[in-house]
């Protein structure tokens, strides 16, 4: 009932910058939180940043001062911009959103499909 279709993504050099791209689409109500986690290979998938309706950011220590996470609610997206980029920042990306369903009221709590970010040394 709820999409999220990611974009951006690919592979860049240490020190550079990528911005991921988010949109929500389906039976929305409204989207409290949402964000971007990610999965290397052979670890858990972590945060990464989440964004409130109202605008209240977490990050992550380890993107804290390089990455920034934004949203425009009319449009349910969500993006995260990557600057200084490091190897170690080589993962899956996910964003996910958590809200209610149109007609139902029911809470939803979705992913996206995945784009890879690869940090080449």
Same mark, same amino acid.
């Given at each position: ?5 990611? /974009? @951006?993504?690919?592979?860049?050099? !240490? ?16 989207? =409290? ?6 999965? &290397? ?11 409130? /309706? ?5 990050? &992550? +220590?380890?993107?804290?001062? =390089?990455?920034?996470?934004? =949203? ?8 995260? %911009?990557?600057? /200084?980029?490091?190897?170690? +920042?080589? &993962?899956?990306?996910?964003?996910? &959103? !958590?809200?209610?369903?149109? @007609?139902?009221?029911?809470?939803? +709590? ?5 784009? %890879?970010?690869?940090?080449? /040394?």
């Amino acid at each position: 009932q709820v999409q999220l279709v990611n /974009s @951006g993504g690919g592979l860049v050099q !240490a020190g550079g910058s990528l911005r991921l791209s988010c949109a929500a689409s389906g039976s929305i109500l409204s989207i =409290r939180t949402m964000g971007w986690y990610r999965q &290397a290979p052979g670890k858990q998938r972590e945060l990464v940043a989440t964004i409130t /309706s109202g605008g209240t950011t977490n990050y &992550a +220590d380890s993107v804290k001062g =390089r990455f920034t996470i934004s =949203r425009d609610n009319a449009k349910n997206t969500v993006y995260l %911009q990557m600057n /200084s980029l490091k190897p170690e +920042d080589t &993962a899956v990306y996910y964003c996910n &959103a !958590a809200g209610v369903l149109t @007609g139902t009221g029911r809470l939803f +709590d979705s992913w996206g499909q995945g784009t %890879q970010v690869t940090v080449s /040394s």
